[in-house]
């Protein structure tokens, strides 16, 4: 009998653990008998054939590669619509499959990409070729539909919290007066933009105002927080979700455009409150856009967040192999003290292409903090290190050689 063969895509944008979760349906794919291709550059690769094979790759790098950041197959944004509204891509990809006896599909992904998995599960109906799908959750916006967290954002929060600390402490030391503005992705759920809040857990006194999209923003109240807070600690932390809003529901830096940039822009909503603190205030403000930096720091890696990644991609080929589609592997949360979790089954349509927005009730009475239930949600997600290997001073992440297909 042929050996059953399982296609693994990475879809979207990386995070920090996201190579864990390859990890994870590699190693546990060589216990059940299973083979592995991985598509370079998720669907993109997938209609365009280009495939690796992991199977003859050693079981040292495969453990290896856990530890790398970014998407180590390589993502892309690439997408299938519906059968009616793609036939060409469904019936490429069914080649594709067929030419390669591939009967097991593992997209691991965000919104969009669980959203493709969803209509991808009707796939033997539409081409004829017998497909199971499972999807993977990933994404650093924790804004995944069912699933308590989603992989990638435990790390990211990590390194939020763990940056604006000690930024914190920086701006101490440099005496009175000093401005600081973290701009962190989320341009519609502001739970990246939160997360610094935990830098305060231990006596810090930043961030000392956090901007969330869920918050309209209102620039008098804005501007006497900045006030009340240089007055009472001599600094001024902010972080900033890039899809801060004003009361319209505007993009606040496509809505003022115009007076800073001169052009329509999205992004960039840190250096646009820099600007507008040096003409309301006179004040100077340090500005970090962190972009990538928050998903591709492997060297701050939760280890429950890293735990969690492994055993999605574990529970995906074990459920693939007991004949399941059609589902996503998520978490469930038992309880906060002591953190306990379970890996629970969410059907794709109804994650795939939707959003979770951050709760009312994490939000501080004022509108510029965050509440003692969001750090009890957050601060078990960033437990725990799991260190990356170095050599000669820096992380080891040499990077590991696919064999073509």
């Known amino acids: 009998m042929n050996q059953p063969r399982l296609l693994y895509l990475q879809s979207g944008g990386p995070t920090a653990v996201l190579n864990a979760s390859a990890q994870g349906v590699i190693e546990t794919a060589r216990k059940l008998g299973i083979s592995v291709y991985?598509?370079?550059?998720?669907?993109?690769?997938?209609?365009?054939?280009?495939?690796?094979?992991?199977?003859?790759?050693?079981?040292?790098?495969?453990?290896?590669?856990?530890?790398?950041?970014?998407?180590?197959?390589?993502?892309?944004?690439?997408?299938?619509?519906?059968?009616?509204?793609?036939?060409?891509?469904?019936?490429?990809?069914k080649a594709v499959l067929a030419r390669h006896g591939i009967h097991y599909l593992l997209i691991n992904g965000g919104n969009g990409s669980l959203g493709c998995a969803a209509r991808l599960a009707d796939f033997q109906r539409h081409t004829g070729?017998?497909?199971?799908?499972?999807?993977?959750?990933?994404?650093?916006?924790?804004?995944?539909?069912?699933?308590?967290?989603?992989?990638?954002?435990?790390?990211?929060?990590?390194?939020?919290?763990?940056?604006?600390?000690?930024?914190?402490?920086?701006?101490?030391?440099?005496?009175?007066?000093?401005?600081?503005?973290?701009?962190?992705?989320?341009r519609h759920t502001g739970w990246l933009a939160a997360a610094p809040a935990a830098a305060r857990i231990h006596g810090g006194q930043a961030p000392h105002i956090v901007l969330l999209p869920e918050v309209p923003f209102d620039q008098d109240k804005f501007?006497?927080?900045?006030?009340?807070?240089?007055?009472?600690?001599?600094?001024?932390?902010?972080?900033?979700?890039?899809?801060?809003?004003?009361?319209?529901?505007?993009?606040?830096?496509?809505?003022?455009?115009?007076?800073?940039?001169?052009?329509?822009?999205?992004?960039?909503?840190?250096?646009?409150?820099?600007?507008?603190l040096k003409r309301e205030r006179g004040l100077s403000a340090h500005v970090a856009q962190v972009d990538y930096l928050q998903r591709a720091a492997g060297h701050l890696v939760s280890a429950t967040d890293a735990a969690q990644a492994y055993q999605m991609g574990q529970q995906g080929v074990e459920w693939l192999q007991a004949g399941r589609s059609g589902v996503m592997a998520g978490i469930r949360r038992l309880s906060d003290h002591p953190y306990r979790w379970e890996v629970a089954d969410f059907p794709?349509?109804?994650?795939?292409?939707?959003?979770?927005?951050?709760?009312?009730?994490?939000?501080?009475?004022?509108?510029?903090?965050?509440?003692?239930?969001?750090?009890?949600?957050?601060?078990?997600?960033?437990?725990?290190?799991?260190?990356?290997?170095?050599?000669?001073?820096?992380p080891d992440y040499r990077r590991i050689e696919w064999p073509p297909v």
């Not at 501007?223 to 004003?246: F, K, P, R, T």
């Not at 009730?361 to 290997?389: K, N, S």
């Open 348 to 394: 794709l349509a109804e994650v795939g292409d939707m959003e979770k927005a951050f709760p009312p009730h994490f939000i501080a009475a004022d509108g510029y903090g965050v509440t003692q239930a969001f750090l009890d949600y957050l601060l078990p997600l960033m437990e725990g290190e799991r260190m990356p290997p170095f050599r000669q001073g820096v």
């Open 38 to 93: 991985a598509a370079r550059d998720g669907l993109a690769g997938l209609l365009e054939d280009r495939l690796v094979n992991t199977d003859g790759v050693s079981d040292h790098d495969i453990a290896r590669l856990g530890f790398l950041p970014g998407g180590h197959f390589g993502v892309s944004r690439r997408m299938i619509g519906s059968f009616d509204e793609s036939p060409e891509d469904w019936l490429r990809m």
């Open 223 to 276: 501007l006497a927080a900045v006030d009340a807070s240089l007055a009472a600690h001599g600094q001024c932390a902010i972080s900033v979700a890039e899809g801060l809003v004003d009361a319209a529901g505007r993009f606040v830096t496509e809505a003022n455009a115009s007076a800073i940039y001169g052009h329509e822009q999205l992004g960039g909503v840190g250096s646009w409150l820099a600007a507008l």
């Open 129 to 186: 070729h017998a497909l199971h799908v499972i999807g993977i959750p990933k994404t650093i916006d924790n804004d995944l539909v069912g699933t308590d967290n989603s992989p990638g954002y435990g790390s990211a929060a990590k390194f939020l919290a763990s940056t604006m600390l000690e930024v914190g402490m920086d701006m101490i030391s440099m005496g009175r007066g000093r401005v600081f503005i973290m701009e962190a992705m989320g």
